[in-house]
């Protein structure tokens, strides 16, 4: 029996994602009011005992709207600027609005670093624990002051299943300013199809994100796509709804339009579930048909099954690995830095003490240090061919 949608209020931990369209007016600045009847929905939750995490985005478009800055695209410094002064805008609104309800605010501004890097990561999601532990609602954003575009996230669809899956919450609702999934665009195609259970993201689902529709934001539907991705993949549910009218996580439990994501029914260790939530991955194994089939039985990458490698890793680094039919279906961490990979690529293990002149690991990437992140088309192959690909047991 798959799984199925639940109340909001049966979960266990939420993370909610609040879109900078839904929070800012470009001409007068904060939607008070609106945001207040999101913490009264948190409220309600918190009564029910229920964990929530706050992604909030906003304060570039308050800082520039404090600043008086023109429209159209900013100059980095000056988005960090306008982040440096929305950001304390943005956080003073949450704790005074939380308070009403007697809720304590707590503000985390996280890089992208701090969860590609394992022991920050560690560091980030004990901080964060801690937080909730003492009963606050711990509200997050990218420190976009220090952040440049080789460093950042990008949006905060992704951020907010970086720290959904960092957490362990069982459910991301992330509020835009569109209702869900479609099959096509809804704004540009009259035909467009609302889906509103999505048992797995497939190739197809993915083929159905769009470009961003909001000048405030900087995700479209590839980048909820992606979150859901990473949430889904860890045992989270997702929910993308609409946050365009008051008390939007009220609505959604009360049958507002929503589109709902299935979480995997087996959930990777915590390990893993940091490995497949990698944003920036340093290189790429492409792997034949027989190293597809064996990862997807549970085995390492050998190098037999390594037909290329690109990039610039070290050992330890994050590398996707790519199928034979040019998409990603795993990640993992290299056991080898990429001039040794190049060197060993096709290779049996018994050859690489010859090949690098030492005994290295048997595995391009460890199964312990790999996870499936996509789909691998199934084939009928010999089991020879498998093992030859990669059987490492």
């Known amino acids: 029996m ?29 939607k008070t009011d609106w945001l207040n ?25 308050l800082g520039r709207t404090v600043l008086g800055l023109p429209g159209g695209a900013l100059k980095l410094e000056e988005s960090q600027a306008a982040a440096a002064v929305g950001q304390i805008a943005l956080a003073r609104a949450w704790s005074q609005s939380l308070s009403r309800d007697a809720i304590v605010a707590g503000q985390i501004l996280l890089t992208l670093g701090d969860t590609e890097e394992r022991r920050r990561y560690l560091n980030a999601r004990a901080t964060i624990s801690q937080l909730l532990k003492l009963g606050a609602v711990p509200i997050i954003n990218e420190n976009d002051t220090v952040a440049t575009s080789e460093i950042r996230y990008g949006d905060n669809d992704r951020l907010a299943a970086r720290v959904a899956t960092m957490t362990g919450a069982d459910l991301l609702v992330l509020l835009s300013d569109i209702d869900g999934l479609y099959t096509a665009p809804p704004h540009l195609d009259p035909e467009a199809q609302f889906l509103e259970t999505i048992d797995s993201i497939t190739p197809d689902i993915e083929a159905m994100a769009g470009g961003a529709a909001s000048e405030l934001s900087r995700g479209g539907m590839r980048t ?19 946050g365009k009218t008051q008390h939007p996580l009220t609505a959604i439990d009360a049958g507002a339009r929503s589109s709902w994501f299935a979480p995997s029914g087996t959930p990777v260790t915590a390990r893993k579930t940091w490995i497949a939530g990698q944003l920036q991955a340093a290189g790429e194994l492409v792997v034949d ?22 990039g610039q890793f070290s050992r330890g680094d994050t590398v996707v690995i790519v199928g034979s039919q040019g998409r990603e279906i795993a990640r993992g961490l290299a056991s080898y830095d990429v001039d040794e990979a190049k060197a060993i690529a096709g290779r049996k293990s018994a050859e690489i ?41």
């Open 353 to 393: 003490a010859d090949v690098l002149g030492y005994a290295g690991r048997a595995a391009m990437v460890h199964r312990d240090d790999l996870v499936i992140t996509g789909a691998i088309p199934s084939q009928r192959m010999k089991q020879e061919e498998i093992e030859e690909g990669a059987a490492h047991v």
């Open 224 to 242: 909820k796509i992606d979150a859901g991705k990473i949430a889904t993949g860890a045992g989270c549910a997702m929910i993308i709804a609409s």
């Open 289 to 310: 048909a027989g190293a597809e089939q064996a990862l997807a039985i549970g085995k390492s990458l050998l190098p037999a099954g390594v037909r290329s490698v690109g």
């Open 2 to 30: 798959g799984l199925s949608r639940k109340s909001l209020m049966q979960h266990r931990r939420i993370v909610i994602k609040i879109g900078s369209a839904l929070l800012v007016d470009r001409k007068t600045g904060l």
């Open 37 to 61: 009847s999101v913490c009264a929905d948190i409220a309600a939750l918190r009564a029910e005992k229920i964990d929530v995490l706050v992604v909030s985005s906003g304060a570039i478009a």
